[in-house]
């Protein structure tokens, strides 16, 4: 099963991330003994979807660009290693800057003959012809590397500008200044086909095994294909799930809405609001709505959410599908494995998707596992037909792979 945590991943009380299942907080929340669990409640997967849609060969027709060029590659692998400080070699036979030439520059804002808070800067590499910084890529204010050009290695020169109406300082905004640079450096931009493998060696071979600008080319492009085969696959699971959504009949029982409904409420709250306020004073406070509706908007998302499941279980039922004991494991670890889910273990995460019940949180996570499997085995049938983002024009028409 491919290693993908798709959109289709809900927890038994969240709605939008895993996060919100639990983030390692302490502040756990008691369930009354009055509260029925959802593991609690038997769902007879049969009796509950009375008609199911075809999933065999779906026809399903998504936008967006999922081939990898040679100029993705160019710029991925470039803000890789500008973000390392390797994009540029240093120039040391002229000591003049020229168009197409990074300058390694100090600088200093001035308003009114005054240095402003915020406005210098030391070591910084400017892309001359692009008025941006090539670290971060962020451009500058207009005119504000025009006089670079042509300044010499060690001299110190200034430029005039004026900052934009809307720039995000009120004492600056529509304001004069002056910059004042001393000229540190001057540097050629490389490229992927330019940079050195001594350089690649030297930088990215014990994290990641490279060792040549061929390699590292070849990484960029494969992370890049790996991505774009994520986002074609996501946006197909998205338009399965509506097609089979529409398609199929389904009813959710009350009872089970209820206490998915408790239980999300429970762990947003958990997650969210803090000991001195309340639920409806945070989402007040938030997002300026009410609690009812807070509620009437997570009914309507859950029983949605709750129907892609029972779908999913009976196509797994109907093809046979069972939960594989590798497969299942790895997909529990990707959570664990994933920093941004902030699982130290698969108890953790059975605990965060079972609302501080590991036992049921890996019950859930089995059944959770089994949908994904029932939605990757109806995606790799569909007929997808892929358009460009800015054309209505078809440019595939594939079984998805």
Sequence with gaps: MKKR?????????????????????????ETTEAEVRSSQIDVDVDKQVKMLGNYDGMDIEISGNYDVTDEDVEKQGMSMLNSYGLGSVEVTDRDTVQAGDY??????????????DKGSAQDVLIDVDNNKDVKSGTTYIDGFSAGLIGATVGSTVSTDVTFPENYGNSDLAGQPATFEFVINGIYQPVTLDTVSDDVIKDNFSEKYNLNSAQEFKDFVRSYLEYQAGNNKYSATVVEVKKQLLASSEVEVPEDYLEARLNEYQTSYEKQYVDETEDLETYLKDTYNTSLEDAQSQWRTNLEEQIKVELIFQAI??????EVDDDGYNQFVQNFVDNSQYGFDDTEA???????????????????????NKAMDFVVNKANVTVTAADSTEAVESTEQQ
Excluded: P, Q, S
Aim: proline residues 0%; negative net charge; charged residues 20%.
């Design 349 to 371: 995460v059975y605990n965060a998707f079972g609302n501080d019940n590991a036992e049921d949180g890996e019950a859930y996570m089995r059944k959770l596992y089994l949908v």
């Design 103 to 116: 300058v390694n520059v100090d600088y200093t804002g001035y308003h009114d003959g005054e240095a402003f």
């Design 316 to 321: 797994a039922e109907k093809e046979n599908l």
């Design 5 to 29: 945590i798709i959109a289709l991943l809900l927890c038994m009380t969240t709605l939008t991330t895993v996060t919100a299942c639990g983030n390692g907080k302490d502040n756990t929340t």
